[in-house]
């Protein structure tokens, strides 16, 4: 059997941009994805601290170090510079192997979405 479980999260970031005339997508610094082993084209699901919007989208390697992360198209309608929020996503595995399983996380500073030393 398998089922799915966390494989990669980013807890309380901050949104830098929300880019209404882009074709979607959700922008993520590249040394923040490196951190939390998410991958260009990896879906995510992204949650809102300020409003309770859930949204489900894919990701774009953003600039190195930029602390960028913006939301495309139409999640920029529901998502503002300086929301916080969290980025997830899943993987399907066999269930033996999810009792051991370890997730990425990551807890960027909030002001910079910097990765914590």
């Not at 192997?97 to 990765?115: H, Y």
């Amino acid at each position: 059997m398998e089922i799915n479980v966390l494989k990669s999260k980013i807890h309380r970031a901050r949104v830098t941009e929300a880019n209404l005339d882009y074709i979607g997508s959700v922008t993520i610094d590249e040394n923040l994805m490196d951190a939390a082993n998410f991958i260009e084209g990896e879906q995510v699901h992204i949650f809102n601290y300020r409003n309770g919007e859930r949204i489900i989208t894919y990701v774009i390697k953003g600039e190195r170090n930029s602390g960028v992360i913006c939301l495309n198209g139409p999640a920029a309608l529901k998502f503002a510079p300086n929301d916080e929020v969290i980025i997830i996503s899943y993987a399907q595995m066999d269930f033996e192997k999810a009792k051991t399983f370890k997730p990425s996380i990551v807890f960027p500073d909030s002001k910079t979405n910097k990765l914590k030393a």
